[in-house]
């Protein structure tokens, strides 16, 4: 079992910028890939980003790219999400979560992740 506590949300002005925290617990961390998902009401939850449990391979998504940035800390058992000149369509509950074994082409994909921490609100007034 792997436990996955998210933090470092919060509400921030557009163009600037916050860092998100997932703190696993359980299984081996360094096991697992981890990716960064987010949800606003009424819609499917979409991915942000996701690093390769080897530190190795990064993804993001396109609405995301050259503003957020995934990382790794595997001494501490935590993944990190810096967001860099936030926009308002960034406004969304993240969450983080753990996908063990090769994922390959299905980083993106929700059902591939088998464990999820609770979601961290960040709010980006215009």
């Known amino acids: 079992q792997v436990q996955l506590v998210a933090s470092g949300g919060g509400l921030v002005q557009a163009g600037g910028s916050l860092r998100l925290s997932c703190t696993t617990s359980?299984?081996?961390?360094?096991?697992?890939?981890m990716g960064w998902f987010r949800r606003t009401p009424g819609k499917d939850r979409q991915f942000v980003a996701a690093?390769?449990?080897?530190?190795?391979?990064?993804h993001y998504a396109d609405s995301v790219k050259g503003r957020f940035t995934i990382s790794r800390d595997d001494a501490k058992n935590t993944v990190y999400l810096q967001m860099d000149d936030l926009k308002p369509e960034d406004t969304a509950s993240y969450s983080c979560?753990?996908?063990?074994?090769?994922?390959?082409?299905?980083?993106?994909?929700?059902?591939?992740?088998?464990?999820w921490g609770q979601g961290t609100q960040v709010t980006v007034s215009s």
């Open positions: 979560a753990a996908a063990a074994g090769s994922i390959g082409s299905t980083y993106a994909q929700p059902w591939r992740y088998g464990f």
């Open positions: 359980g299984r081996t961390f360094s096991n697992h890939n």
């Open positions: 690093i390769s449990w080897d530190n190795v391979i990064t």
